[in-house]
């Protein structure tokens, strides 16, 4: 197995590059793959909303840099053999790496370069964060909430009812008659 190349030494000899053709060259030399399976997109982006969301009183919060950073750090990792410049406990590795290929505008050359499928990715991005925009509409938050009072007014008072129902059948027709006068009494 070859030995990756790091995002310094690939942002370097691109640079150094002379020629338009020897960069496309260089670019398509890290490319493994132009095309990752869905399941595998549709896995990458949850964890990545996983990590890129904070919950509080039970909306999720994204953190848009996070999010932003980790996007095009994951389109590394799935789709090229590139390796992280990384020191241990380092947690800037990720912004980085961003900065060095922003710098350079290879970010827009590896997306020429991945084509279509890289569509399909931000689209599996965008549908999820759509979801989660939903999930977090206040009409919903208040539906959700409606629905949970409404079940814990119902099992609350449910057994309630019940007992009362089982008493008035246990009545007779004097006393039935004698609390029905006095529930009309009360509703004057």
């Given amino acids: 197995m070859n030995k990756k190349m790091t995002v310094s030494t ?5 640079i150094n590059c002379k020629k338009e053709s020897d960069r496309n060259s260089l670019v398509r030399s890290i490319i493994k793959r132009s095309y990752v399976p869905v ?11 996983g990590v890129a969301f904070d919950e509080k ?15 095009h750090i994951i389109i590394l990792s ?3 053999d590139l390796e992280i410049d990384k020191k241990e406990n380092d947690r800037t590795a990720g912004f980085r790496t961003y900065d060095i290929f922003q710098s350079c505008e290879l970010w827009n050359v590896l ?16 549908l ?15 539906s959700n909430q409606i629905t949970r009072f409404g079940t814990l007014i119902s099992s609350a008072f449910r057994p309630l009812a019940n007992t009362i129902q089982s008493e008035m ?6 006393q039935k008659d004698n609390l029905k006068n006095s529930m009309i009494k009360l509703l004057k």
């Fill in 10 to 14: 690939f942002t370097t000899q691109y």
């Fill in 39 to 49: 399941t595998e997109k549709v896995s990458i982006i949850q964890e990545l909303l």
């Fill in 57 to 71: 009183d039970g909306l999720k919060i994204p953190n848009a840099l996070c999010l932003h950073i980790n996007f």
């Fill in 78 to 80: 799935l789709y090229t």
């Fill in 111 to 126: 997306k020429r370069q991945i084509g279509a499928d890289y569509k399909e990715l931000e689209k599996i991005r965008d």
């Fill in 128 to 142: 999820y964060l759509e979801n989660m925009a939903t999930e977090n509409d206040l009409v919903v938050q208040l």
């Fill in 169 to 174: 059948n246990n009545l007779n027709e004097s």
